[in-house]
């Protein structure tokens, strides 16, 4: 199972970034995945899951009407669109997913949001 993400980076408050995670290893249109952030002196926390055929996807209340979590599986790719970003969104994103009765995770990518 490999799961590496990109697209971090630095972004003004009010910004927007999208994350991607390329998943490999693994049949990835059969798992659901999932983003996960975690902020400095914070635990690490959910912010977004799609299923493994889409459809209804939950988030985090910190991020609802500001982030969607698409997937293609054609590209075995899951993004983290991040729109109207404030501060506090500052932590390092890791893509995620439940397999083989273990949780994977990617290396993780950093988003900073600051002026």
């Known amino acids: 199972v490999q799961l590496v993400e990109s697209g971090g980076g630095l972004v003004q408050p009010g910004g927007s970034l999208r994350l991607s995670c390329a998943a490999s290893?693994?049949?990835?249109?059969?798992?659901?995945m999932s983003w996960y952030r975690q902020a400095p002196g914070k635990e690490r926390e959910l912010v977004a899951r799609?299923?493994?055929?889409?459809?209804?996807?939950n988030y985090a209340d910190s991020v609802k009407g500001r982030f969607t979590i698409p997937r293609d599986n054609a590209k075995n790719t899951v993004y983290l669109q991040m729109n109207s970003l404030k501060p506090e969104d500052t932590a390092v994103y890791y893509c995620?997913?439940?397999?083989?009765?273990?949780?994977?995770w990617g290396q993780g990518t950093q988003v900073t949001v600051s002026s």
């Open positions: 799609i299923p493994s055929a889409g459809g209804y996807t």
């Open positions: 995620s997913t439940w397999i083989y009765r273990a949780r994977s």
């Open positions: 290893g693994f049949t990835f249109s059969s798992y659901a």
